[in-house]
């Protein structure tokens, strides 16, 4: 280990970077939790007694040079003169260069394009509007909750008389309805624009968005034109693969009314929240610090000692297989001969992994391909785990509590804090408890289970066998399944939101499953 510590000391003392990039990459290298002077720190237990003073002595000057010379080029490129001394401030102006239309301005421009080519005219109304056209024209009863200070922003609220009311609009129905009064039919309209509501800001809501209405009036007009409207605008703005589906559901001001759904767009059919990444690989290789979120779990499973994985394969498998097959050269260092073309490796630290790849169809759900890979499994208890989850489990924990239990299956239970805060009142209104992010009292399946083998007569290899479904009911009604109640963390990579969160954890030192 002295060498080690002395490779890296001549390294720190010989440490350049060009700019603030290199610098973080530099800390990363050598100062964070997965960095090299930390690895030195972890295999410090196994040093033999008689050398820990001498090596403990060696590791901390280590350390210390590191954080002083990381420090200094910080400082350095902090000091450095950015040049504004130098700027010519009787010049003309620099060229502005063009910009590019927002994307909120494209995709609204081809909606108006698609539904134009349709025979439908473009209309506008204002943004500040009154409560008559907004509301009272829609047949919303004065003590509608829309109506309340809650939801819509009131720029003068008359209580004596609610249709007098001046507000920002909620929905580009007032559109609709100025047109009505000014226009016989047959009416075909698009009303485009931004509508507002008294929400409060978050991830997942706004003040203000961009609504699309359509208005068609006229004689003979079925459901059969909206239908065919509704399908026409999907394949036009999606593709020409793209399906459609309408649900019947209620609407207290349409009559019949339904919601409608179409084909995932990028994703061959795959309903995900992921498609910016799915589209291209499975959400097991979606990328938590340059490394598969399938690859952490994995990692997970050989801190305690598990190390033989069967991967059952589904869509774009192709993709976990290449990645397993090149996984060797990939993480060795080589050298090529040119003219002979033989290829020399120089092992280093790799994954003592042996891990079997199994084709189980694009469309079989997680019972059908755990079943059909159940000839690779030679125990008589196993472990599943979801490839999109990753905790700070303690897996001996699990499996002991599995066999305490006695029970065939265990599954792992977490309770999550509540996205939002939470109020309790009495029945006047008065506030009793105010909770920012309460945890949840309930549990969770976040996607670690032990079964014994016993289990795999529950499934069948038909391809609509759904392990949460049929099988893990069954199992809970003949009184075999426990929860394994994991008191720490665990986070989905199910969004966008989850991948910056994981990723942010991992770039800041804090990912708590490591």
């Given at each position: 280990m002295i060498a080690k510590i002395n490779q890296l000391l001549q390294e720190v003392e010989a440490l350049k970077a060009a700019n603030a990039e290199e610098l973080e990459a530099l800390r990363i290298k050598y100062l964070s939790k997965k960095g090299a002077i930390n690895d030195l720190m972890a295999d410090f237990r196994n040093v033999a007694a008689e050398q820990k003073k001498e090596v403990g002595m060696r590791l901390n000057e280590l350390k210390n040079k590191a954080q002083e010379k990381i420090a200094a080029l910080k400082e350095q490129f902090e000091s450095q003169d950015t040049g504004c001394d130098d700027i010519d401030l009787t010049r003309s102006a620099y060229p502005i260069e063009l910009g590019t239309r927002h994307p909120l301005s494209i995709v609204r421009n081809e909606i108006i394009d698609i539904f134009a080519r349709m025979g439908f005219n473009i209309a506008d109304g204002p943004e500040m509007e009154d409560d008559w056209h907004v509301f009272s024209s829609m047949n919303f009863a004065e003590d509608h909750p829309a109506r309340d200070m809650q939801d819509t922003f009131f720029i003068e609220n008359d209580t004596e008389n609610v249709s007098h009311s001046i507000i920002l609009r909620t929905h580009t129905s007032s559109v609709q309805s100025r047109v009505m009064e000014t226009t016989q039919p047959p009416i075909r309209v698009l009303c485009p624009g931004r509508v507002y509501r008294n929400e409060a800001i978050s991830y997942r809501a706004h003040a203000?968005?961009?609504?699309?209405?359509?208005?068609?009036?006229?004689?003979?007009?079925?459901?059969?034109?909206?239908?065919?409207?509704?399908l026409l605008f999907a394949q036009e703005m999606f593709g020409s693969d793209t399906k459609i589906r309408l649900r019947p559901s209620y609407f207290p001001f349409t009559e019949p009314s339904v919601e409608y759904d179409f084909s995932c767009i990028m994703c061959g059919g795959k309903g995900t929240r992921l498609r910016e990444e799915t589209a291209v690989k499975p959400k097991p290789m979606v990328e938590?610090?340059?490394?598969?979120?399938?690859?952490?779990?994995?990692?997970?499973?050989?801190?305690?000692?598990?190390?033989?994985?069967?991967?059952?394969?589904?869509?774009?498998?192709?993709?976990?297989?290449?990645?397993?097959?090149?996984?060797?050269?990939?993480?060795?260092?080589?050298?090529?001969d040119l003219?002979?073309?033989?290829?020399?490796?120089?092992?280093?630290?790799?994954?003592?992994?042996?891990?079997?790849?199994?084709?189980?169809?694009?469309?079989?759900?997680?019972?059908?391909?755990?079943?059909?890979?159940?000839?690779?499994?030679?125990?008589?208890?196993?472990?599943?785990?979801?490839?999109?989850?990753?905790?700070?489990?303690?897996?001996?924990?699990?499996?002991?509590?599995?066999?305490?239990?006695?029970?065939?299956?265990?599954?792992?239970?977490?309770?999550?804090?509540?996205?939002?805060?939470?109020?309790?009142?009495?029945?006047?209104?008065?506030?009793?408890?105010?909770?920012?992010?309460?945890?949840?009292?309930?549990?969770?399946?976040?996607?670690?289970?032990?079964?014994?083998?016993?289990?795999?007569?529950?499934?069948?290899?038909?391809?609509?066998?759904?392990?949460e479904k049929e099988p893990l009911q069954r199992l809970a009604a003949d009184g075999q399944l426990s929860m394994y109640p994991h008191p720490g963390q665990w986070q989905c990579m199910d969004t966008l939101r989850d991948s910056i969160t994981l990723n942010e954890l991992w770039k800041d030192g804090k990912a708590f499953w490591a």
């Open positions: 203000f968005f961009h609504q699309v209405e359509a208005l068609y009036v006229d004689r003979n007009v079925s459901f059969t034109d909206l239908k065919q409207a509704l938590i610090g340059g490394r598969p979120i399938l690859w952490h779990i994995m990692k997970i499973y050989d801190r305690f000692g598990y190390k033989d994985f069967i991967l059952p394969l589904g869509y774009k498998g192709e993709v976990i297989k290449q990645y397993f097959h090149d996984y060797y050269i990939q993480h060795t260092d080589y050298t090529v003219k002979s073309g033989d290829i020399t490796s120089h092992p280093g630290e790799i994954e003592d992994w042996r891990v079997t790849l199994c084709d189980t169809g694009q469309e079989t759900l997680k019972g059908g391909r755990l079943k059909r890979v159940a000839k690779y499994i030679d125990t008589d208890r196993f472990m599943v785990t979801y490839g999109d989850g990753v905790s700070d489990i303690d897996i001996d924990k699990l499996v002991q509590f599995h066999i305490d239990s006695g029970k065939i299956g265990t599954f792992t239970g977490v309770r999550m804090p509540c996205r939002f805060g939470a109020v309790r009142t009495d029945n006047n209104g008065q506030i009793l408890s105010w909770e920012e992010k309460p945890v949840l009292n309930e549990y969770i399946n976040c996607g670690f289970f032990v079964f014994k083998r016993e289990f795999l007569d529950y499934l069948s290899e038909d391809e609509s066998c759904d392990l």
